[in-house]
Nanobody, 115 residues
Framework: QVQLVESGGGLVQAGGSLRLSCAASGSFFSIIGMGWYRQAPGKECELVAGAEYGDSVTGRFTMSRDNAKNTVYLQMNSLKPEDTAVYYC???????????????WGQGTQVTVSS
């Protein structure tokens, strides 16, 4: 099993920055990929960063990964009120060498951008 713990959310003014972190722990063979999604009230969950960036965040958000720590980061700059959402970390993991990939999600962290 894989546990994902996010941190770094909070309240920030428009134009500000936040850095989210997501650390993977547990018993697994390897983490294949990690990424970030978000869901705003009344809206569908959308990709923020993974194999590619969401259109609305390209040029403002940067994802990085520390493989040694199984941790992924999301640096969010030039934040806008429309970036307000719950941000979720996701990971695709192999629990053993011969198994199939399994998807895991974190509990989410709230990001609120005030105008």
């Amino acid at each position: 099993q894989v546990q994902l713990v996010e941190s770094g959310g909070g309240l920030v003014q428009a134009g500000g920055s936040l850095r989210l972190s997501c650390a993977a722990s547990g018993s697994f063979f390897s983490i294949i990929g990690m990424g970030w999604y978000r869901q705003a009230p009344g809206k569908e969950c959308e990709l923020v960063a993974g194999a590619e960036y969401g259109d609305s965040v390209t040029g403002r958000f940067t994802m990085s990964r520390d493989n040694a720590k199984n941790t992924v980061y999301l640096q969010m700059n030039s934040l806008k009120p429309e970036d307000t959402a719950v941000y979720y970390c996701a990971a695709e993991a192999l629990l053993d060498m011969d198994g199939s990939p399994v998807d895991y999600w974190g509990q989410g962290t709230q990001v609120t951008v005030s105008s």
